[in-house]
């Protein structure tokens, strides 16, 4: 069972544990790098890479790019995703941002603004190196994006 009340076990294996926590009432700012799950319910002003997992629950907000194997989004992205397997959007998330995956799900009531590309059969996961002040997009567009909602 997920958090978000429906089973997610297409998405995650029964061996999976969460290794990170964003808590609600939570503000990140900066590049987060796991090599495990993470979810977010707080706000995280940057970049995500590297993950295993990522899940925004319906409270979580992103302001930046997420590159991860599969991305669950509840909440709301600001930014582009990378998901080598899987990117799902619930039915409350909302995703402001191009996306890259394998496969994409977009359950009704979602909110999706930007383009996806699907052909990514010879897809790897583009990355910066920490302390690189020129990270950039996915898609190589320059995005404005506006602060997150308080």
């Avoid at 383009?115 to 020129?134: A, F, K, L, Q």
């Amino acid at each position: 069972m997920s958090m978000f009340g429906k089973s997610d076990e297409g998405i995650r294996s029964p061996d999976d544990k969460v290794k990170s926590v964003i808590a609600a009432e939570t503000f990140f700012q900066g590049t987060i790098r796991t090599n495990g799950s993470l979810i977010i319910d707080g706000k995280v002003e940057g970049n995500v890479y590297d993950s295993k997992h990522v899940v925004i629950g319906e409270q979580g907000q992103v302001q930046g790019d997420i590159v991860s194997e599969t991305v669950i989004v509840g909440g709301k992205v600001i930014g582009n995703i990378q998901a080598v397997k899987v990117v799902q959007v619930m039915s409350k998330g909302q995703v402001l941002g191009d996306i890259r995956t394998k496969s994409l799900h977009i359950e009704d009531g979602a909110i999706f603004d930007g383009t996806c590309t699907m052909n990514v059969d010879s897809m790897e996961p583009e990355r910066t190196h920490i302390g690189n002040s020129s990270e950039k997009p996915l898609s190589g567009k320059t995005r404005v994006v506006a602060p997150l909602i308080k």
